[in-house]
């Protein structure tokens, strides 16, 4: 009968799937906003990290396209922080809190820079997403560079940055991730 509406097919609208492999479902799965998509990647890049203080990845975009990438970790052909290499250094900011880094490691976002640079990539007018807001040594690269937007994670000693972030008018914004279940 030609009028005759198939269920089974009908229960499919929406689904990525199709054919034998359909799983049924008729909820389409809820699609990454362009936040979370470049943080997610931040995210990934993060594991490249080597550093032992801490892994942070980053990613420089304009247009949604991504234009460089880096993680925190030693220069090029240099050997890699482990557990008994990792120099850390002390500052005293003029707060008087302390502040530690490892004198070994370049960060995510310097490296991110230092990516477009070596290939002669414009960054001008771009955003950067990094897994945790940036020192205050980065963020006066990031002030330079063009960087109109910086998209965090964590937060990172903000009260360190806050007034250079409101003198500078470069954008400071916190991106909540939503956990995506697997598969
Ligand atoms: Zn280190
Ligand atoms: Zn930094």
Redesign the pocket.
């Known amino acids: 009968m030609q009028n005759t509406i198939d269920m089974s097919e009908k229960s499919k609208a929406g689904c990525c799937c199709s054919g034998d492999e359909c799983h049924g479902s008729s909820e389409p799965e809820k699609r990454l906003g362009w936040d979370e998509y470049f943080m997610s990647v931040a995210q990934l890049i993060s594991r490249r990290a080597t550093c032992t203080r801490g892994h942070?990845g980053a990613v420089i975009v304009r247009d949604h396209s991504i234009l460089s990438t880096g993680y925190?970790g030693a220069p090029s052909g240099l050997p890699h922080c482990n557990d008994s290499n990792c120099r850390i250094y002390r500052s005293t900011h003029p707060d008087g809190t302390v502040e530690e880094?490892c004198v070994n490691t370049i960060?995510?976002?310097?490296n991110a820079i230092a990516q477009a640079a070596k290939h002669g990539v414009s960054i001008q007018d771009s955003d950067i997403y990094i897994t945790a807001s940036?020192?205050?040594?980065?963020?006066k690269v990031l002030i330079n560079v063009g960087i109109k937007t910086i998209y965090y994670l964590k937060p990172y000693k903000i009260e360190h940055i806050a007034e250079l972030i409101r003198l500078s008018g470069i954008k400071l914004v916190q991106v909540p991730m939503v956990e995506t279940p697997p598969g």
Do not use: G, S, V
């Open positions: 942070i925190n880094n960060h995510a976002e310097i940036p020192c205050i040594h980065c963020l």
